[in-house]
C-alpha cells in the first residue's frame, strides 16, 4: 500500500548537534509538511512545501530547516538542538490534484535532547 | 492566522454513552474541517470532515455539524465502544483554499467498560 514514512523512529541527540529527520512517502503527493506534538499542545506546523521547489514557514520554523529533494522526499534538519525541541515529530502528505485536502500522516519520530 | 480552539482536553464516558467534542475557529474564509484520531503511539488517522456548503455529516456511529456563522463546529460519537478511547484533534484550513491545517490542542476521550 501506498504510504508514509519517517526515519528514524526514534533518535536521541545532545544539545548543540546536527539532526535530520527524513520523510518519504509512495502515494505520488505533491504537497508535504512537517509538524511537531507536544502534550497538550496538538500539532503545530514547522514547514511546508506544496511543490519541489517551494518551501515554506509554518508557525513555529525557528530552529528549523527543511530540504525538498524529491517530489517524495523531504527531510527536517536541527541545526543545533537543544532540549525544548524535544518532542514528537510527524510528517504529512496531502495531493493537491485529488480534490482533496485531507492530510496523510506518517507514523512520527520521537526525538529526544539530552 | 487562524485560531482553533478545543474543548474539553479530556471527556470520560462510560460504552454505550454519547461524547461531543467542540472547536471554534477564527477564520471566516476557513472552509475545510477535518477531525483526526490519534491512538496511543500511532499516528493521527482522518476520521471525518465536513466543507462549509454542509450543516452536518454523518458516518456510521460518528458525525460532525458545523455553525459557519458562530464558527463552530462539532464531533459526535454515539453508542460509544472502548475502541473510541483515543486522542481527537479538530483542524480548520487556513484561509478558503485548501491550503495548511491549524488544529486544536486535542481531547482526551477514555471510554469506560
Known amino acids: 500500500d501506498a504510504d508514509v514514512t519517517q526515519t528514524p523512529r526514534n533518535r536521541i541527540t545532545k544539545t548543540g548537534k546536527r539532526i535530520m529527520l527524513e520523510c518519504s512517502q509512495t502515494?505520488?503527493?505533491?504537497?508535504m509538511y512537517w509538524y511537531r506534538q507536544d502534550p497538550g499542545l496538538g500539532l503545530r506546523l514547522i514547514y511546508y512545501?506544496?511543490?519541489?521547489?517551494?518551501?515554506n514557514k509554518g508557525e513555529i520554523s525557528d530552529g528549523y530547516s527543511v530540504s525538498r529533494q524529491a517530489q517524495a522526499k523531504f527531510s527536517l534538519s536541527l541545526e543545533s538542538a537543544i532540549p525544548n525541541q524535544t518532542a514528537l515529530y510527524f510528517c504529512?502528505?496531502?495531493?493537491?490534484?485529488?480534490?482533496?485536502?485531507?492530510?496523510?500522516f506518517g507514523p512520527g519520530t520521537r526525538l529526544t535532547v539530552l | 492566522g487562524e485560531n482553533v480552539e478545543q474543548h474539553p482536553s479530556t471527556l470520560s464516558v462510560q460504552e454505550g454513552d454519547s461524547a461531543v467534542i467542540k472547536c471554534t475557529y477564527s477564520?471566516?474564509?476557513?472552509?475545510?474541517f477535518p477531525w483526526y484520531k490519534q491512538e496511543l503511539g500511532k499516528r493521527p488517522q482522518l476520521i471525518i470532515d465536513i466543507r462549509s456548503n454542509v450543516g452536518e455529516k454523518k458516518d456510521q456511529r460518528i458525525a460532525v455539524t458545523l455553525n459557519k456563522t458562530a464558527k463552530h463546529f462539532s464531533l459526535h460519537i454515539t453508542e460509544t465502544q472502548p475502541e473510541d478511547s483515543a486522542v481527537y484533534f479538530c483542524?480548520?484550513?487556513?484561509?478558503?483554499?485548501?491550503?495548511?491545517?491549524?488544529f486544536g490542542k486535542g481531547t482526551m476521550l477514555l471510554v469506560s467498560p
Open positions: 512545501s506544496f511543490d519541489v521547489k517551494d518551501i
Open positions: 477564520d471566516s474564509a476557513s472552509n475545510y
Open positions: 502515494k505520488g503527493h505533491d504537497r
Open positions: 483542524a480548520a484550513n487556513r484561509g478558503s483554499g485548501y491550503s495548511t491545517l491549524t
Open positions: 504529512a502528505t496531502s495531493d493537491r490534484g485529488s480534490g482533496s485536502p485531507t492530510q496523510y
